[in-house]
């Protein structure tokens, strides 16, 4: 593979991994607001705890998926 290859793949992992946890971080702090709590497990709706769990678990995956890269021997 070449380095250019590497280094493209390398920036578009590291750029999901960030646009995930951005989202993610939004979405939470949204809901904090709205509930007025940082305690959001009691208070939020079914719905909300599926989409925040499942962006949580995107953005970790993304961030393994990007450490993994990173940490290759190129």
């Known amino acids: 593979m070449k380095a250019k290859s590497i280094t493209t793949i390398g920036e578009i992992l ?3 991994k ?6 993610y971080r939004n ?8 509930y007025n709590t ?3 497990n009691d208070v939020i709706e079914d719905t909300e ?3 925040l769990n499942g962006m949580k678990k995107e953005y970790e995956s993304l ?3 990007y450490e993994d890269f990173e940490s290759h021997q190129w």
């Open 14 to 16: 590291k750029q999901n």
């Open 18 to 23: 960030e646009n995930a946890y951005v989202s």
């Open 27 to 34: 979405f939470k702090y949204n809901l904090e607001q709205k």
């Open 38 to 40: 940082d305690w959001l």
């Open 49 to 51: 705890r599926v989409k």
């Open 63 to 65: 961030y393994e998926l």
